[in-house]
């Protein structure tokens, strides 16, 4: 544990210390920040913690419209361009990226949070870890400082070369890696089609991110097979902070790092309104910064859902934990059930050696609402052939967890595409 102090702190104590930080950091808005000086006039911000639902949720397509060219960033940029240290970006999906500015302390915030997220999957000091992230203007460059800050041997790779990767974990002996699911799952394939024994390479631990996937249990346990290691997953917000999520060794859910940080709410997607975080509890992460001082924000929607858990953990530490489920941009709604692709990759999963595990949903139509059945192709295991049973029993075991109907095609091993990132699990 590289915080004890921190990390085993009883979460009530932590909500009163955090309680103090929100309030200044509410104070601080409203003196600096021309964007919350009006989104706030309006219904007026006071109180603490245990008031903050009553504050209007910050979306992502707000922060955008108040950007301008000569104001790119936004206009909830609180500091002076001289206390900027640090600007990453988004890629934009307008083709004008996004602009994330940090303040030096703002930068050793998300270190901070990073580090106690990656070291919470057992990686210590003194030991070698392979990085495949092409961090560029992207906030995953935070997350590499991370490595420096556990102590760790940093081994940059990058994206787009397996065979680099490969002869590094041959060479170099690291006992971990850090990529996204779906890269870790190509990896398989790729070290099988050359006779790479990757099962029994030096990597003990394998840390994946970028994408929700590493906590469904059919496929963590596909990429433990095939890697013959420990596999835990991290996530972060890039407008928030990078890997401000990180899993244990125990493998139920993703501690909060960022905490001190960072403050956690649950919200109904549809209503707004706030969930309890408990046990079982499942809605959309809505985030607010704690001690952020360039272009803080205010129960930011992220438009991830998530499950939670808050039952003590047997690694000791205290704050809550979470699942990804899936995101809002991906979701599909059938005769009014949401349905999330990655949800179908995990019942699909439950069903190898059979199949790959690789799928695909192919939409029928533009938008968010489809109606059934909804068409997915699966990919067949390696030299398997097609089975009329098999399809129909994935159909069958589709509609009885997750309510909704499907139309399951199965396809050749290898006709679906892999990635050395992320994968796209629909059909655009």
Not at 3 to 24: C, F, I, K, M
């Amino acid at each position: 544990m590289l915080s004890p102090e921190v990390e085993t702190r009883p979460w009530a104590e932590q909500l009163a210390l955090d309680d103090g930080h929100y309030r200044n950091q509410l104070a601080y808005l409203i003196e600096h920040s021309a964007f919350y000086r009006q989104k706030l006039g309006r219904v007026g911000a006071a109180g603490g913690l245990a008031q903050i639902a009553q504050l209007p949720l910050t979306e992502k397509s707000e922060i955008r419209a108040s950007c301008s060219d000569d104001n790119p960033i936004g206009s909830h940029l609180c500091v002076e361009s001289d206390d900027i240290v640090r600007i990453y970006s988004t890629s934009g999906t307008t083709g004008t990226p996004s602009y994330i500015p940090l303040t030096a302390s703002d930068l050793d915030n998300w270190v901070t949070g990073s580090s106690r997220s990656y070291a919470a999957s057992g990686v210590k000091a003194g030991q070698r870890i392979v990085s495949t992230y092409n961090a560029g203007p992207f906030v995953a460059g935070a997350a590499l400082a991370a490595m420096d800050r556990i102590g760790l041997c940093h081994i940059p790779v990058g994206t787009g070369n397996s065979e680099r990767l490969m002869t590094a974990i041959r060479l170099l002996r690291p006992e971990a890696v850090v990529l996204t699911p779906s890269y870790a799952a190509h990896l398989i394939e790729w070290a099988d089609e050359r006779g790479f024994d990757l099962k029994n390479s030096s990597v003990e631990r394998v840390l994946v991110a970028g994408e929700p996937g590493g906590g469904e249990p059919a496929f963590r346990d596909k990429l433990e097979a095939g890697w013959g290691a420990n596999v835990t997953e991290a996530m972060g917000i890039g407008d928030i902070g990078v890997s401000l999520w990180g899993e244990c060794e125990h493998q139920c859910g993703m501690h909060l790092g960022a905490r001190g940080f960072v403050h956690v709410e649950l919200i109904d997607p549809a209503s707004g309104a706030a969930i309890p975080l408990e046990d079982g509890a499942k809605g959309e992460l809505v985030l607010s910064h704690l001690r952020h001082r360039a272009a803080p924000l205010l129960r930011f929607r992220t438009r991830d859902h998530v499950e939670v858990w808050t039952s003590p953990c047997k690694c000791g530490r205290t704050a809550p934990r979470v699942r990804c489920v899936g995101r809002t941009d991906d979701m599909l709604i059938v005769r009014g059930v949401n349905v999330f692709p990655s949800a179908i990759r995990e019942v699909v999963g439950e069903f190898t050696p059979a199949v790959s595990g690789h799928m695909l949903v192919k939409p029928r139509q533009a938008g968010v609402k489809q109606e059934p059945p909804l068409p997915i192709a699966v990919e067949l295991a390696k030299g398997a052939s097609p089975d009329p049973v098999l399809a129909e029993a994935i159909a069958k075991r589709l509609r009885s967890v997750l309510i909704f109907s499907a139309s399951v095609e199965l396809v050749a091993f290898g006709s679906l595409a892999r990635s050395e990132y992320k994968s796209k699990l629909t059909q655009h």
